[in-house]
């Protein structure tokens, strides 16, 4: 079973920073990307920035410039460096990971796993 741990959340003032890690962990997997996803109260949950396996990443417009998607593909860890925070950033920030699991009787299955979320906080 693919398992996520995530950390780094935290109280912050507003034009400060913090960096979010996401830690997976298991055996006979592989994975083809991660996401940092964050929601807040009252809003729906929004994608904040993507990465495959390969490096290519993806932002939302509003993180352009701001955050920072990373990924250590030795330590199947992926980082979120948020820079310039803003009050309106905070929210439950959630690490996606998605990929192949394989079992031993040959089979591949793909997987979709959701971490359980990290509380940031910036004050104005």
């Known amino acids: 079973q693919v398992q996520l741990v995530e950390s780094g959340g935290d109280l912050v003032q507003a034009g400060g920073f913090l960096s979010l890690s996401c830690a997976v962990s298991?055996?006979?997997?592989?994975?083809?990307?991660w996401g940092w996803y964050r929601h807040a109260p009252g809003n729906q949950r929004e994608l904040v920035a993507s990465?495959?396996?390969?490096?290519?990443?993806n932002y939302a417009d509003t993180m352009k410039g701001r955050f920072a998607i990373s990924r250590d593909l030795a330590k199947n860890t992926a980082y979120l460096q948020m820079n310039s925070l803003k009050p309106e950033d905070t929210a439950v920030y959630y690490c996606?990971?998605?990929?192949?699991?394989?079992?031993?009787?040959?089979?591949?299955?793909?997987?979709?796993?959701w971490g359980q979320g990290t509380l940031v906080t910036v004050s104005s």
């Open positions: 996606n990971v998605h990929g192949t699991k394989w079992y031993v009787d040959g089979r591949r299955d793909p997987f979709n796993a």
């Open positions: 298991g055996s006979a997997f592989s994975i083809n990307g």
């Open positions: 990465i495959s396996s390969g490096g290519i990443t």
